[in-house]
């Protein structure tokens, strides 16, 4: 069955709007595409600047078992969409990746710039899916944990040229793909396993700061590469010397 789609002004959030659609709806495949969001929200409680000219989907999907966790499946599902984009040669010449588990980055002259992020919240034991992407809006003189850059500021600043990317459309095609991942498992694993060996710039990373769980508290520490083993969910913090492995779950957040 393929998603509803909702399209909006403004809301409140994206993510939001699908909780509520799912209650009163028939059919379990939700999704809400909005203009502008007045509180988006991020992981970790943090804000999603929503102004208009970016990507800000929800969509609602059942709970995935399988080693990928959720957020980095829906990054590379919104990858694969991109370089899918042969139609639409802005999208598709796009240096893009991920960094683990939900960033998607762009990377130009050796520097990485978040385009976007995925937010996996679960309601009812239902995944909704958040999809945030800076594409005509305006974000690189915001100054966040990580440099940002729109699709459109990245034309700007390497082609001089200021293009206006199909939102709308491009959010159809991200749903469609969402669409044959469900349909095609485990064959979408296989594919997105395949895919990870080329868009995922983590191994890429250096001298950056980890936020991880320790006990019972958060601790900060600087590392000078990493290593993330997806099969065994581990990841590898290495300095000097020294080599710290730890699980997915406790990793909180990968500053570069
Ligand atoms: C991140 O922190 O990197 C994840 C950002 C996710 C933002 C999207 S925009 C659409 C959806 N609605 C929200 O309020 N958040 C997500």
């Known amino acids: 069955m393929p998603y509803q789609l909702y399209v909006l002004k403004s809301c409140i959030s994206t993510q939001d709007e699908v909780k509520k659609r799912i209650e009163i709806s028939q059919n379990d495949l939700i999704a809400v595409l909005s203009e502008t969001q007045t509180k988006g929200r991020g992981t970790y409680s943090r804000q999603w600047l ?44 796009l240096p893009v990746g991920i960094i683990y588990p939900n960033d998607i980055v762009l ?15 679960n309601y009812k034991n239902i995944l909704i899916v958040g999809i945030g992407l800076n594409i005509n809006n305006r974000v690189k003189e915001y100054n966040f944990e990580h440099k940002a850059i729109s699709i459109k500021e990245y034309y700007e600043i390497t082609e001089n040229i200021s293009p206006d990317i199909e939102v709308e459309e491009l959010s159809n095609r991200i749903l469609t793909n969402v669409e044959i991942f469900y349909q095609n498992k485990p064959t979408s694993y296989d ?61 909180r957040r990968i500053m570069y």
Do not use: M
């Open 50 to 93: 929503s102004d208009v000219g970016g990507l800000y989907l929800s969509l609602s999907h059942p709970i995935i078992d399988h080693f990928l966790p959720p957020s980095t499946i829906f990054s590379l599902i919104v990858i694969k969409t991109l370089y899918e984009s042969t139609s639409n040669s802005y999208l598709a010449r």
């Open 107 to 121: 990377v130009y002259k050796q520097n990485y710039y978040k385009l976007g992020g995925i937010l996996v919240e």
């Open 191 to 251: 594919h997105l396993l395949e895919l990870i060996k080329y868009v995922d710039f983590t191994p890429n990373l250096k001298n950056i700061s980890v936020i991880y769980q320790s006990d019972e508290r958060e601790t900060v520490e600087n590392f000078q590469t990493i290593e993330v083993n997806f099969f065994s969910r581990q990841i590898k913090l290495n300095k000097n010397n020294s080599t710290l492995l730890i699980q997915f779950e406790r990793v």
